[in-house]
């Protein structure tokens, strides 16, 4: 059994500067890149800040008129990407929640606003609610003004960039432990890290079910929004290709099993049990003969790899040195 594909999100957050001819350039971007989702903040300032918040007028500066939001949807909608937004307040939720957008993610600033909680509930949507820097009693509680069919939780915070000793995937396991729900991971490592490209396919073999990683159009020379722990184009096909290789992993869920390739190898490379000379009818086996030794025969379940299992046993017919010894070559004694 195969690793379940990937929901792969292109983070673009602030990055599209408030020109919406950036952000349909994005989309498009996120779609060449492979990913399956990109993903923008939406918003009016003032359901965020105050007026004396330090970027409260880089907020202002963000804001885009709602059809163009509208038409951008539409357009990712057209071309095969599905459209993911931060939701910040009610009043975007009450005109974004009518168009196809697939789904809307809850910023960690967010998590006890248990009326937009209530709201977002009712839109039937793909629901991201982000953990970073939030208590286990709190997301306990924002749970339950949420959907949990329609949750998926999203662990990672970002730092500008996180260092090394922030990531910790062994929450993702103890949040779909915790709360039986789909985890992803938000990643934010320093790009320039060469984690930066492997972290996220990590975060697949622990157990993540999404992956959000920050896309930008040129990380050095071209200094938008967010770019500061985001992958250049080519990193991030880079990144969704060893994510879609990582899922080549066989991943039974069953523990300690063998699938079909490796018992073919099995069969293969195991010694078997052959005779050590050649052994006449009616004879009773005894450990000199027999020998262990892969044979150019073909090989199936039926062979035997321990000589435990054919010492004292007789002959029916006899055997020719280096022959397999089959069961049903031999009986009791």
């Not at 500061?228 to 039974?252: D, Q």
Request: proline letters at 3%; charged letters at 25%; hydrophobic letters at 40%.
């Amino acid at each position: 059994m195969k690793m379940n594909k990937t929901y792969i999100i292109a983070e673009i957050a602030q990055g599209f500067e408030g020109n919406p001819w950036i952000c349909k350039k994005f989309i498009e971007l996120a779609k060449k890149c492979g990913a399956s989702a990109v993903k923008f903040q939406i918003f009016y300032a003032d359901e965020i800040c105050t007026e004396n918040y330090t970027y409260y007028h880089l907020f202002k500066s963000l804001e885009i008129a709602e059809q163009i939001w509208v038409d951008l949807i539409d357009y990712a909608h057209s071309i095969g990407i599905d459209f993911i937004s931060d939701i910040f307040g009610t009043k975007t939720l009450e005109w974004i929640a009518g168009t196809k957008i697939k789904g809307l993610k809850i910023h960690s600033t967010d998590v006890k606003n248990f009326e937009l909680l209530k709201q977002l509930s009712k839109t039937g949507k793909d629901i991201y609610l982000s953990t970073g820097g939030s208590k286990i009693e709190e997301i306990e509680e924002a749970l339950k003004y949420l959907n949990r069919d329609k949750v998926t939780l999203l662990t990672g915070f970002q730092a500008e960039p996180n260092e090394l000793f922030d990531v910790e995937l062994d929450k993702i396991q103890f949040l779909k432990n915790k709360f039986l729900l789909p985890v992803g991971y938000a990643d934010h490592i320093d790009p320039k890290s060469p984690m930066a490209i492997v972290l996220p396919s990590m975060s697949v073999l622990a157990g993540a079910t999404v992956v959000e990683k920050h896309l930008t159009i040129e990380r050095d020379h071209l200094q938008i929004e967010d770019y500061i722990s985001a992958l250049n184009p080519a990193e991030f096909i880079e990144m969704v290709e060893l994510i879609r290789n990582t899922e080549c992993f066989t991943n039974t869920g069953n523990g300690y099993f063998l699938g079909e390739r490796e018992h073919n190898y099995r069969l293969r490379m195991k010694k078997n049990v052959l005779a050590a000379r050649d052994l006449p009818a009616k004879h009773v086996i005894r450990e000199a003969d027999v020998v262990l030794l892969r044979t150019g025969y073909q090989i199936n379940d039926n062979a035997y790899f321990d000589k435990t299992d054919v010492v004292g046993k007789i002959i029916t017919s006899a055997i020719k040195k280096h022959e397999i010894i089959l069961p049903s070559l031999l009986e009791n004694k």
